[in-house]
């Protein structure tokens, strides 16, 4: 479990920091710096969505993984944790970015993809936590720069790397035959269409329901093994 704790403290460490970078932004500067993010958003859900090797996977994933949560409206209970966080934490002042996109943002971006499913099998199956110290610094500089924008929210995330990795670190001897490369391909590639979908909302261009999305990253494991 350590380099999950220290990829933990590394976002904490890092909101942190972008909390108080924040305070000299103007709101001008804010939006501006949000459009700027989008566009880096955008890029990366571009080039990990390339990772997929069967479109079928896709987009059986994105459907069932949709119709999973929209019935659970996940985005719904999202927000009410959002508003509730809200009112205790956040300034009237405060720019208008809610908790809630804070902490998915964060979230997809900090656990979609290779680095956080590899990393914690290595550090549960040979104890060898190099890649998470690595990632760890990554996720580090990201979350100074999107805290500087979306606030507090992106420390919540770091609540969902040590539950998310710390899983599957734990684990790690159960799980490591399901996770095979394929199936860590595939479940980046539906991560990373979604995180296209988050980036067209920071941008702007949509309002999505981002988080009624997120089960279907889990999908591709059930469908790896018969497609």
């Known amino acids: ?23 000299g932004l ?12 989008g566009l880096c ?10 990772n997929g090797e069967n479109s079928l996977i ?17 985005e719904a ?16 002042d405060e720019k208008s970015v809610s908790i809630a996109e804070g902490f998915v943002t964060a979230s997809l971006l900090f656990c979609v ?10 550090s549960g199956l040979t104890g060898n936590h190099e890649m998470l110290f690595n990632k760890a610094v990554l996720d580090c500089v990201a979350a100074i720069i999107f805290s500087s924008t979306l606030g507090i929210g992106v420390a919540c995330a770091a609540a969902f790397v040590f539950l998310y990795q710390g899983t599957i670190t ?20 539906v991560g990373s269409v979604i995180i296209i979908g988050l980036a067209l909302n920071m941008l ?24």
Do not use: H
């Not at 734990?170 to 590639?189: G, K, R, S």
């Not at 949509?206 to 089960?215: A, D, G, I, S, W």
């Open 1 to 23: 479990m350590l380099g999950t704790i220290v990829n933990t403290i590394a976002v904490l460490a890092g909101t942190l920091v972008g909390m108080i970078i924040k305070k």
């Open 26 to 37: 103007s709101k001008k500067m804010a939006d501006t710096l949000m459009k700027g993010l």
């Open 41 to 50: 958003t955008l890029f990366l859900g571009i080039s990990g969505s390339l």
């Open 58 to 74: 896709l987009i059986i994933s994105m459907v069932a993984g949709t119709l999973i949560g929209e019935g659970i409206d996940l």
């Open 77 to 92: 209970k999202l927000k009410k944790l959002g508003d509730f966080l809200e009112s205790k934490f956040k300034s009237r």
């Open 113 to 122: 993809g290779a680095m956080s499913i590899v990393g914690s099998l290595q």
């Open 170 to 189: 734990l684990l790690a001897q159960w799980v490591a035959p399901f996770l095979t490369e394929q199936v860590i391909a595939e479940m980046t590639c």
């Open 204 to 227: 702007g261009i949509t309002r999505l329901k981002v988080m009624n999305y997120v089960p279907a990253i889990f999908i591709p494991v059930i469908l790896c093994r018969f497609m």
